[in-house]
């Protein structure tokens, strides 16, 4: 079935979903979901790597601050042609947007309907979300100059329990972020991750950067989504957004533990490595 449109256009109903669910294609639109992807996760890749930089400075008492994403693109803004950089953020993050919705509505990944996989789906539409707000802000920032705070986890939280049965939702996503992180680290710890890449593109140097990259990377970004699972099931439990915690929150809360400083160098390098698994993901990722 297609709309007639007035001018005699017509616009196949479905046509998006048939496009994104023909990945391994040639189409003008494969192309495009193709471009999307890697260019959201170069500008993750991005984000990650300042993150993971400012962290480590701090602990090696080099100067340095704790950051969450929005404190990455304030970074950005400040280099040359800052306000461009954010543009280009803004439409980059908007490509990873666009992706994880993909993955979370339509399974352009083809991935067998299971009760892992529809959490891991859930996942993806939460990151598409909390990524959306990023590239909005990417894009205010280019707009007016300077990049303002933006909402995050905690309004996200506020919103949830407000609606009916909001504190049980809260939690459910909780338990879908440790299931995440848990996926995640297991994949790292695996080296699963190699087998999306045209690992024939790589040299053995770059193979082995990659894979090292990933096993250390991907754990610790899921050992911080597992905090961050457990601020939203006591934000839950207390019906209190406050209760929420970001990325730069779980590691406030690291560097005030015993041993914090050494905990935090080593998820501090752990970003770095995930920044580097981004870009190795944005040049060798394997669609057919």
């Not at 050494?262 to 970003?271: D, E, Y």
């Amino acid at each position: 079935m297609a709309m007639q449109h007035s001018h005699g256009f017509r616009v196949p109903v479905g046509g998006l979903r048939q496009s994104l669910n023909n990945i391994p294609g040639s189409t003008e639109v494969s192309r495009t979901v193709r471009i999307m992807y890697r260019l959201g996760y170069a500008a993750k890749g991005l984000v990650f790597l300042i993150i993971g930089v400012m962290a480590l400075m701090l602990t090696l008492g080099m100067g340095g601050q704790l950051s969450d994403p929005t404190d990455a693109l304030r970074v950005i803004n400040r280099q040359p042609f800052g306000q461009f950089l954010l543009l280009a953020m803004g439409v980059s993050l908007l490509g990873y947007v666009l992706w994880r919705f993909a993955q979370a509505v339509f399974n352009v990944e083809h991935k067998p309907h299971t009760a892992m996989n529809t959490a891991k789906r859930v996942g993806y539409a939460i990151s598409g979300l909390l990524y959306l707000s990023l590239s909005v802000l990417a894009f205010r920032g280019f707009a007016e100059g300077r990049v303002q705070d933006g909402s995050g986890s905690m309004a996200l939280t506020a919103k949830a329990l407000e609606m009916p049965a909001g504190p049980a939702l809260v939690m459910l996503a909780g338990a879908i972020i440790i299931g995440v992180g848990i996926a995640q680290a297991i994949e790292g710890f695996s080296k699963r991750f190699m087998k999306y890449y045209e690992t024939g593109r790589m040299t053995e140097k770059e193979r082995d950067i990659i894979e090292k990259s990933g096993m250390i990377g991907l754990p610790a970004r899921g050992f911080t989504f597992g905090i961050i699972g457990y601020f939203f099931i006591r934000a839950g439990m207390q019906a209190n957004a406050s209760a929420t915690k970001d990325t730069k929150g779980v590691m406030e809360h690291i560097l005030g533990l015993p041993m914090g400083e050494a905990i935090l160098l080593i998820i501090a390098a752990g970003f770095i490595c995930y920044a580097v698994y981004c870009f190795a993901a944005a040049r060798f990722r394997r669609f057919a």
